[in-house]
């Protein structure tokens, strides 16, 4: 019985190892504009993208190219999960300022 129970812990582990070892990478909202505008990351990768937002206004994270919409709220940080993702250029925005909130993903 005790083995029995070892066994299933230690068939579970790896979806724990793989959630915590999801990369992950920031971009911060200043003035309405993503710093960095342009973001590389790993292709056939589920990332962890935190989002922190110094300005004094809500803004959301959003994207025609994957699924994505999230709201960050002033002066907060929200984090989502995205991808995985072929090699390739995603455009994402912030849909409360448009003009200014623009960006990318390059995929390699
Ligand atoms: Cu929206």
Same mark, same amino acid.
């Given at each position: 019985?005790?083995? @029995? @129970?070892?066994l299933?812990?230690?068939?579970?582990?790896?979806?724990?190892?793989?959630?915590?070892?999801?990369?992950?990478?920031?971009?911060?909202?200043?003035d309405?504009?993503? $710093?960095?505008?342009?973001?590389?990351?790993p292709?056939?990768?589920r990332?962890?993208?935190?989002?922190?937002? $110094?300005d004094?206004?809500?803004?959301?994270?959003?994207s025609?190219?994957?699924?994505?919409?999230?709201?960050?709220m002033?002066?907060s940080?929200?984090s989502?999960?995205?991808?995985?993702?072929?090699p390739?250029?995603?455009?994402?925005?912030?849909?409360?300022h $448009?003009?200014?909130? $623009?960006?990318?993903?390059?995929?390699?």
């Open positions: 019985m005790k083995r @029995l @129970l070892l299933t812990t230690l068939a579970l582990l790896p979806l724990f190892v793989s959630a915590a070892d999801d990369p992950g990478y920031t971009l911060r909202l200043k309405h504009r993503y $710093q960095p505008s342009v973001l590389h990351i292709a056939n990768t990332i962890r993208l935190e989002v922190i937002n $110094q004094a206004s809500p803004e959301e994270f959003e025609s190219d994957f699924p994505a919409e999230k709201i960050v002033p002066n940080r929200m989502l999960f995205i991808g995985p993702f072929k390739g250029r995603y455009g994402f925005y912030g849909d409360f $448009q003009p200014t909130a $623009q960006g990318s993903l390059i995929v390699e």
